[in-house]
C-alpha cells in the first residue's frame, strides 16, 4: 500500500469498529437468474437495506463519532439533499448532538421530510452552490459546527471502505473465496476509493472497478487523463452520481483502482429493473450502475466471481423509469 | 394438538428435511420505522426472496418430491396461472419431471413466460374453470401426471408449514423467545393452515391470525359461521388471495387459528409503499395484506412481538397502484 494515500487499511478497520453499533452489517446476496444473464458469478452488497437506505450511514458515522466530545458538542453541518444528508442527520442523532444540514429550498418535499425525520435542523437556501457554501459558512460561523463532507474527508472514506471488508468477510465467510472483482458505482468516489483500500490491502489481484453514467463521466475521464476533470452538466438518471470526484478520493482512484467503466441509462433502467423483479430489492438508479456496467461489459467479467455493490435504495415510486 | 387435523407437526419438520435443498431460509427482518408506525414490534418474513418468488415453492416442492419414483416418472399436472404455477414447475424441474401447467389463454404473458421459463408444459384453454378442470382431466388421462393442488393438499399444507418452523428457530436463534401474534394473509389457506399447526404446536398461546382483504372475505365469513362459504365475485387488488378456503384448511383453521381479520384495498396498498419505501423489500399486493391488517388493527396488537408473513414479490412494474 502506498503511505502517502489519505488512508491506509488501519483506518477502515478503526472505522468498522466505530460504526458498529449504528451500522447494519448488510447481505450480501447472489442470483441464478441474474448470474445467468451476466454470464458470471455474480454477488450483490445490499446496501439498500443500510440504515437510512443507503451505505452513506457508513461515513457519516465514522465521521461524527470520531469527533472528540467538544468538538461534538457544537455539532455538525452538511449541504447534501441526497442520502448523505439523512445520514449525517441520523449519526448526529445517535451521538446525541445537532446536524444543521443546508438544503435547496427546490428540494423534494420527500428528502425535506426523510431529514427533518431525523431530528435534523434544515435551512434551506437557493438552489446554488454558492447559496449553499455560504449557508453552512453562516452556521459554522455561529454555531462551530463540524463540516461533514459527502466524500473528500479521510474519515468519510474510511467509514465507505467498511463495505470492502464485510464483502471479503462475507464471501469468506460461506468459503467462497475472493472475488475476480469488485465494481462500485461511482460519483463524488468515496465509496470506491474507500472499498480499493480494503480490498488491496487484502487482494492486490482482485480487480477494483468503478462504473459511472456516460452522462457524469468526470471520474471515467479524469482516471485516463491523469488529471482531475471536474463534472460540468451531467445528464443521467442516476441522480446520486452526478457530483465531481474529490481531490482525496481521485488520489485513492487514480493509484488502487484498475478501471472506470461506463454505462448508458438505458442500460442502468434495465439493471434496476431486473434487481427489482428478479431479487425483490428496491434499488435506486445510481444503486444499479455496478450492476449494470457488469451486464454491458460482460466479456471482462466472463466466468469470474463478481461482486457488486447496491448503494442504495431511496426512489420516488410515483416517478419510475418504466 | 388434534389427531383428526388433515397434517400435524411431524409432517411439517418431514417436509422441512424433504425441501431443505431446493429451496431458501428467508430471512426474517424488522424495521424500527414501521415497529413504530404499527405500535408493536413488528417482524417480517420475507417469503418474497423465495424461490420463484413465493411460499409457494416450498408446498410444490414437498409435494412433487413426495411422490414415489412410478408416480414422478409420469409427471404431474396444476392449473394455477399464479405463484403456485411457477413453483410447480420449479420443483418438477429439479425432480427431473414434467410440469403440466394449464393457464387461461388470457393469462399475462409475463405469467406465461415465466411458467415456461421454468420448463413447464402449457397447456392454454378457455378463461372458465370447467374449462380448466376438463384440460387438467384430458392431461391426466393421457399422461398419467399427479395432481398438485395449490392448497387444499395436506403435502402442501405441511410445505407451506415449514414457514411457521422457521420464524419461530429464527427468532429463538437472536434470542428473541416466540412472538405474541402470526399474522398470515389467507386464500385458499394452505399457509395459514400450515403455519397454524406449526406455531401451535410449539406455543399454544401464540395467536395464529388470518388476514384476508374486504373484497375477497370468505374466510373471513367461514372462520365466523363456522361453514365454509365459497368465495364468488372477489374484488380486490390482491390477487393472489381471490380463491376459496379450501375444506383441508378450513379443517384445521376452523380449530386453530384465533381470528381473521379483513384489511380494505387502501390498506394494503399503503402497506405495500410502505414495505418497499422502509425496508426496500418488493412486494406484491397479497404479501402486503399481513403488514395492513397489524396497521388496520393496531389495537390488537399493541406492544406485542408480530411476526406478518411477506408472502410472494411478484408484482408487474408498470402496472403499480400508485
Request: glycine share 10%; charged share 20%; proline share 6%.
Amino acid at each position: 500500500m502506498n503511505p502517502d494515500l489519505p488512508i491506509d487499511a488501519a483506518d477502515i478497520e478503526a472505522a468498522a469498529a466505530r460504526i458498529a453499533p449504528y451500522v447494519h452489517r448488510t447481505p450480501l446476496v447472489t442470483s441464478a437468474a441474474l448470474s445467468e444473464l451476466a454470464g458470471c458469478d455474480l454477488w450483490m452488497k445490499a446496501e439498500n437495506l443500510q440504515k437510512v437506505g443507503a451505505f452513506k450511514a457508513r461515513g457519516a458515522h465514522n465521521a461524527v463519532f470520531a469527533l472528540s466530545e467538544a468538538e461534538a458538542a457544537a455539532g455538525v453541518v452538511t449541504h447534501s439533499s441526497g442520502n448523505h444528508a439523512a445520514a449525517v442527520a441520523l449519526a448526529a442523532r445517535n451521538r446525541g448532538t445537532t446536524a444543521h444540514v443546508v438544503m435547496p429550498s427546490n428540494a423534494p418535499e420527500v428528502k425535506k421530510a426523510a431529514v427533518a425525520g431525523y431530528g435534523a435542523d434544515i435551512t434551506l437556501c437557493e438552489p446554488t452552490l454558492q447559496a449553499r457554501e455560504d449557508a453552512v459558512a453562516d452556521i459554522q460561523a455561529r454555531t462551530g459546527a463540524v463540516l461533514v463532507h459527502p466524500y473528500d474527508d479521510p474519515l468519510v472514506i474510511a467509514g465507505q471502505g467498511t463495505t470492502g471488508v464485510e464483502i471479503l468477510d462475507q464471501l469468506d465467510g460461506i468459503g467462497q473465496g475472493p472475488p475476480g472483482a469488485v465494481v462500485v458505482p461511482v460519483g463524488g468516489g468515496g465509496l470506491l476509493a474507500g472499498i480499493a483500500v480494503a480490498v488491496k490491502s487484502r487482494y492486490p489481484d482482485c480487480a477494483v472497478i468503478g462504473a459511472e453514467p456516460v452522462g457524469a463521466d468526470d471520474a471515467h475521464r479524469s482516471f485516463h487523463s491523469g488529471t482531475l476533470v471536474p463534472q460540468t452538466a451531467p445528464d443521467t438518471i442516476a441522480d446520486g452520481l452526478l457530483t465531481s470526484l474529490g481531490e482525496r478520493n481521485f488520489a485513492i482512484i487514480t493509484r488502487l483502482v484498475d478501471d472506470i467503466l461506463l454505462v448508458d441509462d438505458p442500460g442502468i433502467i434495465e439493471a434496476m429493473e431486473l434487481i427489482w423483479t428478479r431479487i425483490k430489492l428496491v434499488v435506486e438508479p445510481s444503486g444499479a450502475v455496478g450492476v449494470a456496467a457488469v451486464l454491458a461489459h460482460r466479456a471482462r467479467f466472463a466466468g469470474q466471481r463478481v461482486v457488486a455493490v447496491l448503494t442504495g435504495g431511496n426512489v420516488d415510486l410515483r416517478k419510475l423509469p418504466w
